[in-house]
């Protein structure tokens, strides 16, 4: 079992920019990968961001190429997104999903709001 915790959501402003943080524990290991998604009022839940726990093969969403950066931080055991120039097509319920390479994501957080005010 995975434990997922997100934090580091809020209000801000266009322009603007926020750290969420996603806090594993439990059965993780170099052969699971994490990842970041996202899900608007009335859409569907998309993907951000994805890194291995390692910290290797990130990949990105076209939408955020640029100006949002996924990265692992070993000492905390968090996989943080660092989202700059946050625009109000941002705004979203913002997920934190783990899971074995391969086999899709099948842990997920509770998410954390992000709001982009113009």
């Known amino acids: 079992q995975v434990q997922l915790v997100e934090s580091g959501g809020g209000l801000v402003q266009a322009g603007d920019s926020l750290r969420l943080s996603c806090a594993a524990s439990?059965?993780?290991?170099?052969?699971?990968?994490v990842a970041w998604f996202r899900q608007a009022p009335g859409k569907e839940r998309e993907f951000v961001a994805s890194?291995?726990?390692?910290?290797?093969?990130?990949s990105y969403a076209d939408s955020v190429k640029g100006r949002f950066t996924i990265s692992r931080d070993n000492a905390k055991a968090t996989v943080d997104l660092q989202m700059n120039s946050l625009q109000p097509e941002d705004t979203a319920v913002y997920y934190c999903?783990?899971?074995?390479?391969?086999?899709?994501?099948?842990?997920w957080g509770q998410g954390t709001q992000v709001t982009v005010s113009s």
């Open positions: 890194i291995r726990w390692s910290g290797g093969a990130i």
């Open positions: 439990g059965r993780t290991t170099s052969r699971y990968r």
């Open positions: 999903a783990a899971g074995a390479i391969g086999f899709g994501y099948n842990y």
